[in-house]
């Protein structure tokens, strides 16, 4: 299950994994921020709240992740993953190779930090 909040006003998504992910979590991302991209071109940031990583329900779930980062990335400016998983730590060094976003990685209890840095581009 995802939880996801998308903030207009800054062009911000907020989400919140809460145990294994499925297909539909994406499906239900991809809903909510499609409209978004398609009227204003791009997503400013993308803020993933994670204090562990919680996995995939299911390969279905694994495909529809890689589906929705396939058809998202080139239309998010900045990623912050906000984590003191080992494994999302360094996510985002594999990531870089294939995906267009800048991606940082931060403590979890630096999420206002984050948040800054999506809005401004400034560590």
Known sequence: ????????????????????????????????VDPYIAEKGVLKGLMVRAPSFPGWDSFAGLLEHMKFVRDHHRHVERV??????????????????????????????????AMSWLETGVP
Do not use: W, Y
């Open 80 to 113: 912050a993953a906000v984590t003191d998983s080992a494994f999302l730590k360094i996510a985002p060094s594999i990531a870089r190779h294939f995906a267009n976003p800048e991606i940082r990685v931060f403590r979890s209890d630096e999420s206002a930090r």
């Open 1 to 32: 299950m995802i939880e996801c909040e998308l903030l207009r006003d800054k062009g911000i998504l907020l989400i919140t994994p809460e145990g294994p992910l499925a297909a539909s979590d994406f499906q239900k991302v991809a809903a909510l």
